[in-house]
Structures are given as C-alpha cells and as structure tokens.
C-alpha cells in the first residue's frame, strides 16, 4: 500500500474517531477542514509540519506525542490521541477522540494486525467502539492515574472507566486495555497542564 493511500485511510480513523462516516466524505478534504495535528513539546502544543506519520509506535516511545485538535462531526472541539499496543497476534492501534474537558471519551477507533476472525478482531467493530464513548478517562478526584480499561467479558465493575471485554478474545481485550491505558497516560501532562 503506497504512502498516499496509507494517509488517507489513517486520516479516515482519525474522522471516525469524531464521529464522522468515512464511507459518505471526502476524507482528506474533511481532515484538512477539521483536523490539525499537532507536537506536546515543553508543555504546549506546537504545529506538526512534517509528513502525517501513518504509525506512531516508535514515536512515541521516543516521547514524540502527537495530539490532533479536531471539530467533531457535531461540531464540538476534540482531542484525538494515538495509542498502539499488541494483540493476541499482533499489532494493535488506533486513535481516542477526548471531549475539551480532557476527562471524557467521544469516540474511538481500533483496529488490528491479525487478531482471530470474530474473537479478537470484534476490536475493530463499531459495536465494540461505542462501548467507549462517555467513558471517563480518569476515576473521579485522580487526574493523576489513567483509570479507562477492558475488563473480562461480564466483569465490569466500574462502568464509568471500564468497558466490557469479548467473550473469547481475552488476550486482544488485555492488548487494548495495555494500549488505552497505557497509551493515554503518557498524555497525563498534556491533559493537566491544557484543563
């Protein structure tokens, strides 16, 4: 897949993140229009100017984290963070779209390598999405720990900060727990210092 195509379907789940249906717009014109990707660097935001990066695994654990300021498809301003972890199979990634309050999931986007047809790759469903958005990122009076995780399918014991798991695809559901928590609380700066 050449970079250009690459872009575009990245850009595409970036605007699924916001809510918006990638198959009915013109994707890269609506991510230009909406999206602007952007560097945490000594505490605020900076315009990104080079290249749109298509993975963000070795960027970010070289501390490089991108935030993407967004117009959501209903037209609220948005955060939208990448995470990247590994599955059962392989990798996993995707991109969690926050409210301005910094506390509150709009949307996600997930997909995956190579998890197991109908168990694991359920991750990159949009019924299993929606399980998080109004989900909070942080549990109530800690803004210091990420709270938002998978649990074991019929387990969900805080359902403010945990989503139900899939039956069957309990090592996927510990990979995206690993990269939506791990993932968002290497923003926790970002979160803080911009409230």
């Known amino acids: 897949m050449g970079a250009d195509i690459r872009a575009i379907k990245e850009r595409g789940q970036i605007l699924t993140a916001l809510g918006y249906d990638k198959a009915t717009i013109n994707v890269a014109e609506v991510y230009s229009e909406k999206v602007q990707d952007n560097l945490f660097v000594d505490g605020e935001l900076k315009a990104y100017e080079d290249d749109f990066n298509t993975t963000y695994g070795s960027l970010i654990k ?8 967004a117009t959501t498809a209903q037209g609220e301003k948005a955060y939208v963070i990448p995470v990247v972890g590994r599955g059962l199979w392989g990798g996993l990634w995707g991109y969690i779209a926050l409210n301005d309050d910094f506390q509150t999931v709009f949307g996600v986007y997930m997909s995956h390598e190579s998890e197991t047809a109908g168990l694991g790759s359920v991750i990159a469903e949009e019924k299993f999405q ?7 990122v942080f549990a109530e009076g800690d803004a210091e720990h990420v709270a938002l995780t998978v649990v074991k399918a019929g387990k969900v014991a805080n359902d403010a900060v945990e989503v139900d798991g899939i039956t069957g695809a309990t090592l996927t559901c510990n990979g995206v727990a690993a990269m939506v928590n791990g993932g968002l609380q290497q923003y926790v700066n970002f979160f803080n210092v911009n409230k």
Not at 130 to 136: A, N
């Open 130 to 136: 929606k399980k998080f958005d109004g989900k909070s």
């Open 62 to 69: 070289n501390g490089e984290l991108h935030v993407f300021t």
